[in-house]
């Protein structure tokens, strides 16, 4: 295959219907990291044309069963995994994430938020780890505020699931204070171990419950989500 | 067959009403017929009562005025670029059935927007209930909350403000109010006529059940008898079909196939198809066989009242009807062609071929109006004439503003907007908890500004006063993020129109908001009119809820309510008075709901908007605070919770005749606290005075305090981490307990 080191990370970003965040990832990429987008309706069979591929927040099929479980059973979800078995990159994001552990493409499971309601706010997330493709341009232990905005993102795992994930560093963001502390009054939604984000054991799939595209743009509070793009700009195979 | 009385008297019409559709069709209705003009003849679609009064408000103002007679309207905030809002109520449903009463409403007035070709960009929900003391209110609050939340996340559009209020009156009746905005190309706005003989007429969306029969007529146009059973009239939302039929209706309208589209909210197919054709000066022939049902047996008076949610009527261009049902059905939606235009201007209607209804479109859309009969209440002198100069002076200041920061109208809402997804779609530049939203517009430099805003006790003690008091304090939150006035739709909540007392009350409203509007330039491009908001007990308080939008020239030059940096300057512009009529202070303190509202000058508020306005615009203020409920006090409590700083505040010596309650907690209109770089005071001073507006130096930011003196001596003082635990912690806990 002819080497195309320069080119940049070309995106893609599925629409399920009920997605609601799949323009906002777009503009994000497009217009705040300035790499190559398009995007990919449900039943597409074929992603292998992208670099990098976006699962984005919102409702997948309204989302009246469990997050993410009808989206999981969608033809483009077959090639998504397809494409992740090859090594290439996903990233889910929000109901994305919650597609994600559906699919089993990441361990473990989304429970409602320990407070029974939706919360939309800004939060604080600590980078553990900047080995991986998603993470690269942070700093390990930097702080970012970026927003959420979900009702399960309560995330659990069993005992041996989450020791799995801290020895081989697969745990990506956890919820801080905005100085960086991992307590229980940082964690918005009761995930356990104040888990935000992980990654799987290949390191090129990764869910994340906080919103990078929401925090792309100075006007809207923070562009910390900036350096989620920045890592995967020209560093997808 | 003779109608037996009985029929039209269960669906809602006085004798009288049905006297007039017999001389209007000159015969007998079938009763089909009968369903649908006892639909469209209701308060809540027609507007018979409210009609002769509304043509009080002015249609123009600075910004182009986009639509009139449509689903929604709007302003062109850009060139070729319009904003389109309206707001709705769904005050009965709700208080029947919070949760699907709340969410539905989204759904309805989301579909007014799209319906019109433009991409739903915003909801605010202005919510009203009993004291949050009783069970009943709670439980309200928490399905209401719920509902929205529910309905407008999965939707995809943010719910950027709204307001929350609390006031016994309103136990019997909540008034659950929202509105929505939406974007469109000023060029490519759809309309809602039906034209074209032999054009298909599609209905797409959710089949049609028997969910929210007679919804308009029986439960949005008549009082709340006590343990009526009202449930099955009550509509169950679908956001994920909502959410899909924006995306196909838009991507349907881009085609150029489409050439009319009407949302079915309130009265389903027959407002739909009766009101396109009477828009358009045409007829329909529809087959109700052919509507997609969710149960068997459906009679066709039923087919044509169901409010089942999430359905468009569209009349497309003949020939092109596949490329239109092909979107549909990519999007997994219904969408079948269920009768023709025709030329001859009657809406007829079969089923199964046979003609169950066959009236004239044009009359069935123009239902009678009525002028009602008007009278000053007994309490209204009384209020006028009440002396507060006697009213007992509060030893310990600083108490009654702890107190006030806990009163669930001045509290932080957080615990309701945090429920709500208010960042999606990325243009949220000012989120709920600010004097209003600023939205960005993406690829434009113009942003926008909305808000709404409301206050009963105002409007209850006077009702000409109290809806200008609204309308000025509106306007000047947009004015304190930044924004100019540039358009108004409004949710006119009342009681029961045929008692005197309470029309004279919508009548007095209207006028004080009509002859402010005209002052201040500002159009009323849409809204909506919610009577019967009465239990067997009491009314509500008579309610206008105004949404404003506003157009920031360049959205990078919003302000926010927060103080910004120590030693900064504090400025006051505008005068304070002894204004304590229908104040949060009399009502919390003195539990006294009476006097007259705050005096208002409309002139003056122009000047304090235009001077606030223009150090934004100039770049001189770091911060802008609307003063309102608690007054000057609670304004400055919340400049310093926002900014998380202190403030070191002298109250001016030229008001010291005044008394100190009033001068705190007094909620005296057209004042705004400002604060400034020093080197900046003296350019906003002279921007004041070019404006005619006055203003003060009050104080300075800095410190972990709002300490408040007047005279040289401290009257109160309030530690700002005390002040926010206050504030942010006030609602949860009533809500929770």
């Known amino acids: 295959m002819a080497a195309a080191t320069k080119t940049k990370t070309r995106f893609g970003v599925v629409i399920f219907p009920g997605s609601n965040c799949d323009t906002d990832a777009w503009h994000a990429i497009h217009d705040r990291a300035g790499a190559p987008v398009d995007y990919i309706w449900h039943q597409e069979t074929d992603v292998s044309g992208f670099d990098c591929v976006i699962l984005p927040g919102g409702f997948s099929y309204g989302d009246y069963l469990r997050t993410g479980a009808v989206a999981r059973f969608s033809p483009v979800m077959k090639a998504v995994a397809k494409f992740a078995d090859r090594g290439r990159l996903v990233l889910g994001i929000c109901n994305g994430f919650q597609i994600l552990c559906e699919a089993g493409m990441v361990p473990g499971a989304m429970m409602r938020n320990a407070g029974q309601k939706f919360v939309c706010k800004y939060v604080h997330i600590r980078v553990e780890t900047t080995d991986t493709p998603f993470t690269r341009a942070m700093k390990k232990g930097q702080v970012l505020r970026i927003p959420i905005a979900h009702g399960q993102g309560n995330y659990y795992c069993d005992g041996a699931t989450l020791a799995e994930l801290k020895r081989s560093d697969q745990i990506v963001f956890r919820y801080c204070t905005p100085d960086g502390e991992i307590t229980a009054e940082a964690n918005p939604n009761g995930a356990l171990d104040n888990i935000a984000g992980i990654c799987n054991p290949g390191r090129n799939v990764m869910g994340m419950m906080p919103h990078p595209e929401r925090s792309s743009d100075p006007i809207l509070g923070s562009a910390d989500g900036r350096l989620v793009w920045e890592s995967l700009i020209g560093g997808a195979r | ?737």
């Open chain 2, 1 to 737: 067959m003779a109608v037996e009385a009985r029929l039209w008297r269960e669906l809602g019409l006085s004798d009288a009403e049905f006297e007039r559709i017999v001389s209007t069709i000159g015969r007998e209705p079938t009763p089909t017929e009968l369903a649908m003009f006892s639909v469209e003849w209701s308060e809540h679609c027609g507007y018979p009562r409210s009609r002769p009064l509304l043509g009080l408000f002015p249609k123009e103002g600075k910004y182009a005025s986009r639509v009139q007679g449509e689903d929604a309207g709007g302003i062109e905030v850009a060139p070729n670029l319009t904003v389109l809002f309206k707001m709705e109520s769904h005050n009965h449903p709700s208080q029947v059935e919070p949760f699907q009463g709340a969410a539905t409403g989204v759904g309805g007035i989301i579909r007014d927007i799209f319906t019109m070709g433009a991409r739903p960009i915003a909801v605010l929900d202005p919510l009203r209930f009993g004291e949050l003391d009783q069970p009943r209110a709670r439980y309200l609050l928490k399905g209401v909350v719920s509902g929205i939340s529910f309905y407008g996340n999965c939707l995809g559009v943010p719910t950027v403000g709204g307001e929350l209020r609390f006031e016994d009156a309103y136990r019997g009746n909540c008034l659950v109010n929202v509105m929505a905005l939406g974007v469109v190309e000023s060029d490519k706005i759809a309309t809602s006529k039906a034209i074209g003989v032999g054009n298909p007429v599609i209905i797409v969306g959710n089949s049609t059940g028997r969910d929210g029969i007679g919804g308009a007529s029986i439960l949005a146009s008549h009082e709340f008898g006590e343990g009526e059973e009202k449930r099955p009239t009550v509509q169950i939302g679908d956001p994920f079909t909502e959410k899909c039929l924006i995306e196909a209706c838009l991507e349907a309208l881009k085609t150029g196939a489409i050439v009319g589209m009407k949302d079915m909210g309130a009265a389903g197919i027959t407002c739909t198809t009766c009101e396109m054709s009477a828009a358009g000066g045409h007829g329909m022939d529809v087959e109700l066989q052919k509507v997609p049902r969710r149960e068997p047996g459906m009679e066709p008076w039923e087919m044509m009242m169901s409010e089942s949610q999430e359905r468009m009527l569209i009349v497309a261009q003949k020939g092109r009807e596949d490329e239109v049902l092909g979107i549909f059905s990519k999007w997994g939606l219904n969408a079948v062609v269920f009768g023709v235009v025709t030329d001859d201007g009657m809406l007829r209607v079969r089923d199964n071929g046979q003609v169950v209804a066959e009236l004239e479109a044009e009359a069935l859309a123009s239902p009678p109006t009525y002028d009602l009969p008007y009278e000053e209440p007994a309490y209204y002198r009384e209020a006028q004439s009440a002396d507060l100069s006697k009213l007992p002076m509060p030893g310990d200041m600083t108490a009654v503003l702890r107190d006030l920061l806990a009163s669930p109208n001045v509290a932080s809402a957080e615990w309701v907007y945090q429920q709500y997804d208010h960042m999606v779609q990325t243009n949220t530049v000012v989120a709920p908890g600010g004097d209003a939203a600023v939205l960005q517009l993406k690829g434009y430099r113009q942003g926008i500004a909305v808000t709404t805003d409301g206050n009963g006790r105002y409007c209850y003690l006077d009702p000409y006063l109290g809806a200008q008091l609204v309308l000025a304090e509106a306007t000047r939150n947009l004015v304190c993020v930044g924004a100019e006035p540039a358009g108004v739709t409004d949710c006119l909540n009342f009681g029961n129109p045929e008692k005197p007392d309470r029309f004279w009350q919508f009548r007095r409203c209207v006028e004080g908001l009509a002859d402010a509007c005209r002052f201040f330039r500002l159009p009323v491009v849409s809204g909506n009119v919610s009577f019967y908001n009465e239990t067997s007990d009491a009314a509500v308080y008579p309610t206008p809820v105004l949404g404003v939008v506003g157009v920031l020239d360049d959205v990078n030059k919003h302000c926010t309510s927060g103080f910004e940096r120590v030693g900064d300057a504090i400025l006051l512009l505008g005068e304070t008075r002894d204004d304590l009529g229908g104040t949060e202070y009399l009502k919390r303190h003195h539990k006294a709901v009476t006097g007259r509202p705050p005096a208002l000058d409309l002139q003056a508020e122009k000047n304090v908007q235009a001077a606030c306005l223009e150090a934004i615009r100039a770049g001189l203020a770091a911060s802008a605070h609307d003063c309102s409920d608690g007054g000057l006090a609670v304004a400055l409590a919340e400049c310093c919770i926002h900014g998380g700083i202190g403030a070191d505040v002298s109250l001016p010596a030229s008001e010291s005749a005044l008394r100190l309650d009033a001068r705190l907690f007094g909620e005296s209109p057209s004042r705004i606290v400002l604060s400034a770089a020093p080197g900046n005071v003296e350019r906003i001073r002279e921007i004041a005075s070019t404006q005619g507006a006055p203003v003060q130096v009050l104080g300075t930011v800095g410190g972990d305090r709002l300490s408040l003196s007047a005279e040289g001596k401290s009257v109160a003082a309030l530690g700002v981490a005390e002040m926010e635990r206050i504030w942010r912690s006030a609602i949860k806990e009533l809500v929770e307990q």
